[in-house]
């Protein structure tokens, strides 16, 4: 038997990305509750506001139950075995979606879960982002096929999530990223090789010229703590500003994955202004965690 998974966006084909953009916009009554009576384990050993939210409200839009536990309460690999866990919740539940440190526990439980896995983030990647982001963009600025993103800032999972969705929508990303904290010649060329376009530059300025929309992240990921002061020295010229915002596109969008810190990575004018997703970009969150579960349910 085969059992879809979602772990990265590079798994997936452009017809399976489109599906499930397409089943993230359409109403919940069409959707015809596929998680009806059925439970949806959500593994937290990482905290998350609008992961947590999201997921659980979309379980209970699909006619689903939701069980959210913490890492300590489970303690992958130190009470258990993520092998032994993962056995175990497969039969309560009908998907196991888990927001980890290590990528390595989510292809683990992958290799051994009769159940969908979904990662709800991991050090290597945040698919359920890029499909938010991807929604998001789709609906205020255009067809991902026909638009230029620029990326400003370290090139970490979820920019590595949305070049991926991207690029295999046949579109064009640019990454700006300090040297030390940009995509190696071996990941540029494996994201090459997904479609598209895609060009690294190590200044923000550049980065964001011809753009229609400029993404960027927190300097100081959660784990990075002791990293702050030294990552604020190096990050100092990729904070997204008016001035930057100027370089691009006359009409270009501001997006964030957030939680945002005003005066680091990005200004409060550019954060709260007029060209501004974050909010509708966090809002599509649920709709895209709905259409991701109806997808692996089989929804049509």
């Given at each position: 038997m085969t059992v879809n998974h979602l772990l990265n966006i590079a798994d997936l084909e452009l017809h399976q990305i489109n599906k499930i953009l397409a089943l993230s916009s359409q109403s919940i009554n069409s959707l015809n509750s596929p998680l009806q009576g059925q439970g949806v384990a959500l593994l937290f050993e990482k905290p998350s506001n609008r992961t947590r939210h999201s997921m659980e409200i979309a379980v209970m839009q699909l006619g689903g139950y939701s069980v959210y536990t913490r890492g300590e309460e489970i303690?992958?690999?130190?009470?258990?075995?993520?092998?032994?866990?993962?056995?175990?919740?497969?039969?309560?539940?009908?998907?196991?979606?888990?927001?980890?440190?290590?990528?390595?526990?989510?292809?683990?439980?992958a290799k051994v879960s009769t159940t969908p896995i979904i990662n709800m983030l991991s050090d290597f990647s945040h698919p359920l982002q890029a499909f938010a982001d991807?929604?998001?963009?789709?609906?205020?600025?255009?067809?991902?096929?026909?638009?230029t993103v620029a990326w400003?800032?370290?090139?970490?999972?979820?920019?590595?999530?949305?070049?991926?969705i991207v690029l295999?929508?046949?579109?064009?990303?640019?990454?700006?990223?300090?040297?030390?904290?940009?995509?190696?010649?071996?990941?540029?060329?494996?994201?090459?090789?997904?479609?598209g376009s895609v060009e690294q530059i190590d200044n923000a300025r550049d980065a964001v010229v011809g753009a229609d929309v400029v993404h960027t992240d927190t300097w100081i990921s959660m784990g990075q703590e002791d990293?702050?002061?030294?990552?604020?020295?190096?990050?100092?010229?990729?904070?997204?500003?008016?001035?930057?915002?100027?370089?691009?596109?006359?009409?270009?969008?501001?997006?964030?994955?957030?939680?945002?810190?005003?005066?680091?990575e990005v200004s409060a004018q550019v954060f709260d202004g007029a060209a501004s997703l974050v909010f509708q970009q966090g809002h599509n969150r649920l709709?895209?965690?709905?259409?991701?579960?109806?997808?692996?349910?089989?929804?049509q």
């Open positions: 303690g992958l690999d130190v009470r258990e075995s993520v092998e032994d866990v993962t056995k175990t919740l497969c039969g309560y539940h009908s998907v196991i979606a888990a927001r980890v440190f290590k990528h390595s526990f989510v292809e683990r439980m991807a929604l998001t963009m789709t609906e205020h600025v255009g067809a991902l096929s026909e638009i400003v800032g370290d090139y970490n999972n979820v920019a590595r999530s949305l070049a991926e295999i929508s046949g579109g064009r990303i640019q990454l700006g990223c300090p040297v030390g904290y940009d995509a190696s010649r071996a990941e540029i060329g494996r994201l090459e090789a997904l479609g990293e702050s002061t030294r990552r604020r020295k190096i990050f100092a010229d990729f904070c997204v500003t008016p001035s930057l915002m100027a370089g691009a596109n006359s009409d270009a969008k501001f997006m964030h994955c957030m939680p945002a810190h005003r005066g680091e709709h895209s965690a709905r259409g991701v579960l109806a997808y692996l349910m089989g929804a």
